[in-house]
């Protein structure tokens, strides 16, 4: 029995890739704020892990952020209309937890990695070199659970990829002088009842419900 279901495994994976829609209209203010922002260096020693020119990573989430204040409603509105466009997640809530930036100049890099204790993760492509083609081998790079790659050269500027915290990605070696910023954040999936009940996120200000119109 248990050969014939493990059979139908498909190991599938939900990866979501959809284009912000205000992109264009908030791009220079999330690119300013970020100017603004006292981030630092991100260089693991041995060289290999992250070569990132400037991050916010290193901060408690509890630090007021100006630009995480702008750009926040913006990524809840989106989260909320691709669920509900989709019809997924029926009766589940959605937190936002941890949010950064990081921004990589020519030869920065992130390398492989997953996001732990996250159910998915999110990269907002806020600025991506022009590599002058309609593919851009820029964004993150994404493996599926038998390592093969899923998404390599797909991405474009102002696209939010989200998924699962347990597949490795990486963000490649910027070979181009142009600075690629993205903004990251994790989310867990809470059910409804659970969440009330239980209080499960007490500590989580920030749960979302996913369309208003999926209630019941
Ligand atoms: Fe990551």
Request: proline share 3%; charged share 25%; glycine share 6%.
């Amino acid at each position: 029995m248990f050969r014939e279901r493990h059979r139908k495994n498909d190991f599938i994976s939900p990866v979501f890739v959809h284009k912000l829609e205000k992109h264009d209209e908030i791009k220079s203010q999330v690119l300013a704020l970020i100017k603004n922002d006292d981030g630092r260096i991100s260089q693991t020693t041995d060289g290999k892990g992250t070569d990132i020119a400037k991050t916010d990573f290193y901060k408690t989430n509890s630090e007021v952020s100006e630009y995480k204040e702008y750009v926040t409603p913006f990524l809840v509105e989106h989260i909320q209309k691709i669920w509900y466009e989709n019809k997924i997640f029926p009766n589940c809530l959605f937190s936002m937890g941890n949010m950064w930036y990081q921004q990589y100049k020519n030869n920065n890099f992130h390398t492989w990695h997953t996001h732990e204790k996250s159910h998915f993760t999110n990269v907002y492509f806020v600025q991506l070199p022009d590599n002058g083609t309609k593919f851009n081998p820029f964004g993150t790079q994404v493996l599926n659970l038998k390592g093969e790659r899923i998404y390599f050269d797909e991405m474009e500027e102002g696209f939010i990829m989200t998924f699962p915290g347990y597949l490795l990605h990486r963000s490649p070696v910027n070979t181009t002088n142009q600075t690629k910023t993205i903004i990251s954040w994790n989310m867990q999936i809470i059910e409804k009842s659970a969440s009330i009940s239980e209080g499960r996120f007490k500590k989580e200000n920030k749960v979302i419900e996913a369309g208003q119109e999926n209630k019941g």
